[in-house]
Every structure is written in C-alpha cells, then in structure tokens.
C-alpha cells in the first residue's frame, strides 16, 4: 500500500503569504540595489522564482530579471548545469537562486555553481521549504518553511505559476508523504 500524503500547509493562502514575505525580506536586503537576477532551479525552484518576482516587481521598483538553472537533479554531474542568461550578464550582479526544497543541499549546491565562475556582486539562497537534512555546507538565506522530518519521509510541493501565467496560487500545496 503506498504512503498517505499529509498535507503540511492547510490553506494555499498561507503558501503565497510565505512567498510574500519572502520577497519582502529580499527587498529589505537589496533596496540599494538597481537590479537583481532571481535564478530557479527547473521546474519548482522556477515556479518559486516566478512567483518572488512578481511580487518583487509589485512591491519595489527593482529591475528584476528571471533565470532558469537546468540541473539533473538525479545526478548532477551527468550533465552540464546551464543558465539562460548569458554569463556576461552575471557580473556585478545579485544572484538569488531559488528551490522548492531543500534536503541535503547537493541541488542547490549543483545550481550555485555556474555562478562562482563570474564577479558577481551577491549569492543568496532562497527554499520554500527547509528540510534540514544539510549533507552539504548549504543554507538557505530566505526561508518559507522549515520542517523537521525523518530521512524516510518526502516533502512534495505544488506550486502555481505567477498569476501573470495560467494558475493564481489556488492549488498550491506542500505535502509530507
């Protein structure tokens, strides 16, 4: 019989609310700032990134420009991790990548690495949801949700492209399963 999956976080309201603050807390670190590139990691850690964004964009007068980081999450090293902005483009910037969930840290750690190759002016993190299982010197620096679970369990995370795409944030959802 397969796992029941728990939901975490009961109401969608309260996801976009941990999205909201989180991009508030981005704004309050780099109010001095012109521009800031937010990174996210395919697929969820993008739908995130999306999601900061806006509200960045709602919130602030900051330029902010989105990238996305193609990483084999199963085995990073199978591939070459890329990012749509030309590398030019990085220097002298703030990076912020972006996840859904951070577990042992080796995704994030695979997706910061294009970034250390350039000056670029600031890297920060930011996870929806911290696990704390850190098999690798990786933290989060902007923090939806932290978790305290069991290396047996799995969190799964539904998210929504920015209402500027085709979902509004109504079927979000975090689930320990």
Do not use: C, W
Request: no cysteine.
């Amino acid at each position: 019989m397969a796992p029941r999956a728990a939901l975490v976080v009961p109401h969608s309201r309260q996801i976009s609310q941990r999205i909201d603050r989180i991009a508030y807390q981005i704004y309050e670190n780099n109010y001095q700032e012109k521009e800031i590139i937010i990174a996210g990691i395919v697929k969820n850690g993008y739908l995130l990134a999306e999601r900061i964004a806006e509200k960045l964009r709602e919130i602030s007068p900051l330029k902010v420009r989105l990238a996305e980081i193609t990483v084999n999450k199963k085995d990073p090293r199978a591939e070459k991790v890329k990012v749509n902005i030309p590398d030019k483009e990085l220097k002298d910037k703030v990076i912020i990548v972006a996840d859904d969930v951070l577990e042992s840290g080796r995704t994030m750690m695979y997706g910061i690495d294009p970034f250390l190759k350039y000056s670029v002016k600031r890297l920060s993190t930011v996870v929806l949801v911290d696990r704390d299982h850190h098999s690798y010197p990786v933290r989060a620096d902007f923090v939806g949700i932290s978790l305290a679970t069991t290396m047996q369990e799995h969190i799964s995370v539904e998210l929504s492209p920015a209402s500027g795409g085709t979902g509004s944030g109504k079927n979000d959802a975090v689930y320990l399963m």
